[in-house]
């Protein structure tokens, strides 16, 4: 009798072991789950930060709230619009706007609406730095033009912000359109203010091209793309004319290797 006391004993500790292991495993099993899941909201949240920050700097451009949208950018952000050249910080951020576009608030006889198209958001794994390839659409009196975003964005205490404002445009054109009269690119001396460093990257817009550089790699293989190592000025004008000529001297600056937010290599 003892000897099978003892044995039911036994199985019944195994069992009650067995049981309480599954129980710890099935514990940790949830918490991975919930911390996944939590990580995965956080992510998501994230992502539609960064898209309603950069739509409201789109918002404020429209009736000049300079202001409110310099409130958006980080103290050490970067903002390059077009080729006028690189302003370094919150404060330069607001004197651009205000210098070169005028005071706040919405003026009388003034239209400047800023769409925003096709957005890209990424962060990083740390979920402190995130990322948007978007496109606008701009119309104003001055004419109406379509830049393509490649920004960066930072968490600080919990609130996302601007850190790098970086909006190349593929194309500027008058009233009377593309088709008859594309515009050059903008540079540093066209107004003021005058930038704190020239413009990242040298480029020409349309009629030329200037393929902007990716921050994410192809969504399908998993591979960088590749770089445009092409001349960006090469279309600018027909093959063999001295206008084509011209504009290789200012497309070879750009490679497609060139880091945005920093000065034009040697």
Not at 48 to 73: A, C, H, M, P
Not at 92 to 121: C, W
Not at 127 to 153: C, D, F, H, Q
């Amino acid at each position: 009798m003892s000897t099978v006391f003892t044995r039911l004993k036994s199985r019944m500790v195994a069992a009650l072991a067995i049981t309480a292991f599954a129980a710890i495993s099935n514990a940790q099993s949830v918490d991975d789950k919930l911390a996944a899941l939590d990580a995965r909201i956080t992510r998501l949240e994230d992502l539609n930060q960064i898209e309603r920050l950069q739509r409201t700097y789109g918002y404020f451009v429209d009736k000049s709230q300079w202001t409110l949208l310099s409130e958006l950018f980080s103290d050490d952000a970067t903002l390059e619009i077009g080729g006028k050249g690189l302003f370094l910080g919150k404060p330069r951020v607001l004197e651009y706007m205000q210098t070169a576009f005028g005071k706040d608030g919405a003026k009388e006889g003034v239209l400047a609406n800023h769409m925003q198209f096709q957005s890209i958001p990424d962060i990083s794994a740390d979920g402190k730095t995130g990322w948007i390839r978007s496109r606008a659409y701009v119309m104003s009196l001055g004419g109406w033009g379509l830049p393509l975003y490649e920004n960066e964005y930072r968490k600080e205490n919990g609130v996302w912000k601007i850190s790098r404002l970086t909006g190349p445009f593929t194309m500027y054109t008058n009233w009377e359109g593309w088709g008859k009269n594309a515009l050059n690119n903008t540079w540093p001396d066209k107004f003021d203010p005058p930038p704190d460093l020239p413009p990242s990257t040298v480029y020409l817009t349309y009629p030329a091209y200037y393929i902007v550089p990716y921050h994410y790699p192809n969504p399908v293989t998993g591979h960088a793309f590749a770089p445009d190592r092409g001349e960006v000025g090469a279309y600018a004008a027909p093959p063999g004319t001295q206008a084509q000529r011209d504009s290789l001297k200012v497309g070879r600056v750009a490679d497609g290797t060139q880091p945005i937010a920093e000065p034009p290599k040697d």
